[in-house]
C-alpha cells in the first residue's frame, strides 16, 4: 500500500468560532482555550507557511432572537461583528506574545483597533509571515462567518479552507441525538446543499462550489488534528468538486 504523500499548502483559511474561546462556560474569553488556539496554530504555522484566520463572535453576542428584544435583526448582526473584534485582538495579542507575528484586518475601519481590509494588504501581510485574522464578518449584516470565511479565503487565494468544529466531520444526521448517523469521509458541494447537511451554510457551499474551493470540515478539539489535516491525514469529512 502507498502511504499517502503529505500536502504541500502553502496559504490556507482556518475558521474558528467565538465559542472556540469560551471553554465550558460558554460565553467571553477562557484563558485556557485561547492558549490552546495559539498552541494549535503555532504548529499549523510549521507546516504551512501562510494562514488566514476567521474568528466568530458568538461567545460574545449570538444574535437576536427573543421577541423581547427591540432590535432589528440587522442591528444583531453588527452587533455580532463588533463581537469578533474582541476575539481577534484577544487571539492576536496572545499570538504575538508567543512569539507569533499576527496581525487584524476589519472588514469596515475602526482604526485604531484594527486596519481595514483589502485583499492586498491581506495578501502583503501574509507574505511578511504574519498569521492574519479577519474580523468584521462581511461588513453587512445577513452573511455568516462561514460565508465570511469562503470569502476570505477566495480573496486571498488560499488552496484550502479548514473549519474547525466541535465534530470530527460532516454526518447525515446529528450523532450525538441519532446513533445510526453516517459520517461522510467525503462529498461533493451538490450532495451537501441536496442534502442539507449541517457543514455550514448554503451561501457558503455555493460560493466554494463556483470557486472549487476544498473544504475541510475537522474537529478542531482534538488535539494535533489541524496539524494532521494539514498533512493529509484526514480526521474529518471533506466536501470538493466531483
Given at each position: 500500500?502507498?502511504?499517502?504523500?503529505?500536502?504541500?499548502?502553502?496559504?490556507?483559511?482556518?475558521?474558528?468560532?467565538?465559542?472556540?474561546?469560551?471553554?465550558?462556560?460558554?460565553?467571553?474569553?477562557?484563558?485556557?482555550?485561547?492558549?490552546?488556539?495559539?498552541?494549535?496554530?503555532?504548529?499549523?504555522?510549521?507546516?504551512?507557511?501562510?494562514?488566514?484566520?476567521?474568528?466568530?463572535g458568538?461567545?460574545?453576542?449570538r444574535g437576536?432572537?427573543?421577541?423581547?428584544?427591540?432590535?432589528?435583526?440587522?442591528?444583531?448582526?453588527?452587533?455580532?461583528?463588533?463581537?469578533?473584534?474582541?476575539?481577534?485582538?484577544?487571539?492576536?495579542?496572545?499570538?504575538?506574545?508567543?512569539?507569533?507575528?499576527?496581525?487584524?484586518?476589519?472588514?469596515?475601519?475602526?482604526?485604531?483597533?484594527?486596519?481595514?481590509?483589502?485583499?492586498?494588504?491581506?495578501?502583503?501581510?501574509?507574505?511578511?509571515?504574519?498569521?492574519?485574522?479577519?474580523?468584521?464578518g462581511?461588513?453587512?449584516?445577513?452573511?455568516?462567518?462561514?460565508?465570511?470565511?469562503?470569502?476570505?479565503?477566495?480573496?486571498?487565494?488560499?488552496?484550502?479552507?479548514?473549519?474547525?468544529?466541535?465534530v470530527?466531520?460532516?454526518?447525515?444526521?446529528?450523532?450525538?441525538?441519532?446513533?445510526?448517523?453516517?459520517?461522510?469521509?467525503?462529498?461533493?458541494?451538490?450532495?451537501?446543499?441536496?442534502k442539507?447537511?449541517?457543514?455550514?451554510?448554503?451561501?457558503?457551499?455555493?460560493?466554494?462550489?463556483?470557486?472549487?474551493?476544498?473544504?475541510?470540515?475537522?474537529?478542531?478539539f482534538?488535539?494535533?488534528?489541524?496539524?494532521?489535516?494539514?498533512?493529509?491525514?484526514?480526521?474529518?469529512?471533506?466536501?470538493?468538486?466531483?
Amino acid at each position: 500500500m502507498n502511504k499517502k504523500k503529505e500536502r504541500n499548502y502553502r496559504r490556507i483559511l482556518l475558521k474558528i468560532s467565538g465559542e472556540s474561546l469560551s471553554g465550558e462556560a460558554g460565553y467571553g474569553i477562557d484563558s485556557a482555550s485561547l492558549k490552546y488556539v495559539v498552541e494549535e496554530l503555532i504548529e499549523a504555522k510549521k507546516i504551512v507557511p501562510e494562514i488566514g484566520v476567521v474568528v466568530g463572535g458568538g461567545n460574545i453576542f449570538r444574535g437576536i432572537n427573543s421577541p423581547e428584544f427591540s432590535i432589528e435583526k440587522k442591528s444583531g448582526d453588527y452587533m455580532g461583528m463588533l463581537a469578533t473584534v474582541i476575539n481577534g485582538i484577544a487571539l492576536r495579542d496572545a499570538l504575538i506574545n508567543k512569539g507569533v507575528k499576527a496581525d487584524v484586518l476589519n472588514s469596515f475601519d475602526i482604526t485604531p483597533f484594527a486596519e481595514g481590509c483589502t485583499p492586498s494588504k491581506a495578501l502583503n501581510k501574509l507574505k511578511e509571515g504574519k498569521i492574519v485574522i479577519f474580523t468584521g464578518g462581511t461588513g453587512h449584516p445577513f452573511f455568516t462567518t462561514d460565508t465570511t470565511g469562503v470569502l476570505r479565503a477566495l480573496e486571498i487565494n488560499a488552496e484550502a479552507f479548514f473549519k474547525a468544529t466541535k465534530v470530527d466531520g460532516v454526518y447525515s444526521k446529528d450523532p450525538k441525538k441519532d446513533k445510526n448517523a453516517t459520517k461522510y469521509e467525503s462529498l461533493t458541494y451538490d450532495e451537501a446543499i441536496a442534502k442539507k447537511l449541517n457543514v455550514m451554510d448554503q451561501t457558503a457551499i455555493a460560493l466554494a462550489r463556483e470557486a472549487n474551493l476544498t473544504l475541510h470540515i475537522f474537529n478542531f478539539f482534538e488535539k494535533g488534528n489541524l496539524a494532521k489535516e494539514l498533512k493529509g491525514k484526514r480526521t474529518g469529512s471533506v466536501v470538493k468538486g466531483g
